[in-house]
Nanobody, 124 residues
């Protein structure tokens, strides 16, 4: 069973930056597609970014492309989400997720393991 624990959320002003981390345990982290998703109040959980097992390939939602960067350190069993130029629309609970299938996906249902989420609030 894979356990995922996110950290790094908080309150940030518009235009600011945050770096989220997701530490994995209990599985073979280096074999998983890792994704970040977010859920704003009253909205469905939506895709933010994913990264392949080697880190060679990444993919982003259009709303965050150019502002967010996903990366991973397989030696530390950790995936990161660097978020820059944050705005109010980025306010949400951010979740990391693991997909052992090997096929990158943007769909919530394709990810088997989820963290508990970390709150990101962008406000002045």
């Amino acid at each position: 069973q894979v356990q995922l624990v996110e950290s790094g959320g908080g309150l940030v002003q518009p235009g600011g930056s945050l770096r989220l981390s997701c530490a994995a345990s209990g599985g073979t982290f280096s074999r998983y597609i890792m994704g970040w998703f977010r859920q704003a109040p009253g909205k469905e959980r939506s895709f933010v970014a994913h990264i392949t097992w080697s880190g060679a390939t990444t993919f982003y939602a259009a709303s965050v492309k150019g502002r967010f960067t996903i990366s991973r350190d397989n030696a530390k069993n950790t995936v990161y989400l660097q978020m820059n130029s944050l705005n109010a629309e980025d306010t949400a609970v951010y979740y990391c997720a693991a997909d052992p299938s090997g096929s990158p996906s943007t769909r919530v249902g394709d990810y088997n393991y989820w963290g508990q989420g970390t709150q990101v609030t962008v406000s002045s």
